[in-house]
């Protein structure tokens, strides 16, 4: 029968978890579904890289077998629900992170056990020595995955079926506070469990240097490797947050199953530690990313303002006004096609001299030559019944110089200039072109 602490445990994880995957737009998530670049390099920083750093810190550093093991599960356990909230409050992307979180937690009953099984057989000299498999609790690892994916199912559901941004926030605020009130519960049960001293400051160095390099170089190369595949840099922030925290729950109970006396002291400060650590590196590391530009939120907002405004809903509700766009084509077979209108948008105004020119021609625009300018109105793809508003408005933000920004595109020969800037006291939103 399940403890109350369990039980309590399991209700804040599942409203933690609901309450991210209620937040995000259902065809936003069905996006990141297709963004198989970016799962499948999560995938790969998840169950290969850092499980690697870890046996490689163990294999050929001096921590103890104890300190090894414990350092091994933690490397080779996914942190899902929680890098939901990291990703929320500091405006990563949220839509990937809790797709990233279902398939990370089914895959990891699977992956977690490989890992630790290869790792712990080629870290050790005697394989008996670090039978750590046997020590995992699979009845608590499949209780937290029904929690995991029945939370995210019931999330999304609630998200496409009550079809409101205003529902969105609510959602997202009650993630936040489950993810508070998980994070000091957690503190306080590992502070009044254990078995005894964990002596987590009583150790040499190399202890502290050898538990905190996974992280590092897990934090390194998620970025240079979503980096180097160009993942959007939101992408990068939640890959890198993925990445580098841990459950390191899984870790305490393994060493608590496998150790007694100094060996569980040793064993029970390396989970403890590691998550010491990866809230301090990743909370700056996330704020460096938000003042360089990498998050949703804009970067010289307010750092409160930030924390406490979901951008994940904001920016996907003021996404749905329909964006102008100045289209350019490059010669008149090019404008041809792109006048043949479908799917793609209206023409709203359509200019050109009357000199001829071939059609493979390239226009110039400078000398008017032949100059065909159209102005296209996007036709997004939107529900047949708007989503109710959140009645919220995007913080406003104080610009570095009088003059909006320009985004300049180029695809397939076609320049596309965006140049667009919202007057909040205006009855309606106004564009300048």
Known sequence: MMSFNEIAGNALLFFLVFGMSATVDIHMLLLQLKNIKAILMGVFLQFAILPVLGFLVVKYGT????????????????????????????????????????????????????????????????????????????????????????????GLFASAKVHSYKFNIYANKLGNYAGI??????????????????????????????????????????????????????????????????????????????????????????PLYYGLLEAVILGFYCIGA????????????????????????????????????????????????????????????????????DEDEEMDYDETKCGWKCLIAPILPSPTKPKEPSGLKLPEVPFESEEAPRVVTEQKGLHMYSLWEEREKSPRNRFRL
């Open 63 to 154: 921590l103890d077998r104890s300190a090894g093991i414990s350092l091994l599960v933690v490397t080779s356990s996914p942190g899902g629900s929680y890098s939901n909230w990291w990703c929320s409050i500091f405006n990563a992307d949220l839509a990937l992170s809790v797709t990233m979180t279902a398939i990370s937690t089914l895959l990891s009953v699977v992956l977690m056990p490989a890992n630790l099984l290869i790792y712990s057989r080629y870290a050790f000299a005697h394989a008996d020595d670090a039978d750590v498999v046997d020590s995992l609790d699979f009845n608590s690892l499949f209780i937290a995955l029904t929690v995991v994916i029945s939370a995210i199912g019931l």
């Open 181 to 270: 009130s998980l994070v000091v519960f957690s503190a306080l049960l590992s502070n009044t469990s254990g078995g005894g001293d964990q002596k987590i400051w009583n150790h040499e160095w190399q202890f502290y240097v050898g538990v905190m390099l996974p992280c590092l170089g897990g934090l390194l190369l998620s970025n240079v490797l979503t980096s180097c595949v160009s993942l959007n840099k939101p992408e990068r922030v939640t890959l890198s947050v993925e990445c580098c925290y841990q459950n390191v729950g899984i870790a305490t109970s393994v060493a608590l199953t496998m150790f007694q006396g100094e060996e569980l002291a040793t064993a029970m400060a390396v």
């Open 290 to 357: 938000w003042k360089l530009g990498w998050t949703k939120a804009p970067k010289n907002i307010n750092f409160f303002t930030m924390i406490g405004t979901s951008f994940e809903v904001l920016t996907t509700e003021h996404g749905d006004l329909i964006a102008i766009e100045v289209s350019l084509p490059k010669n008149q077979k090019d404008l041809k096609e792109k006048t043949k209108i479908g799917s793609d948008g209206d023409i709203l105004h359509l200019k050109h001299s009357i000199d001829e020119c």
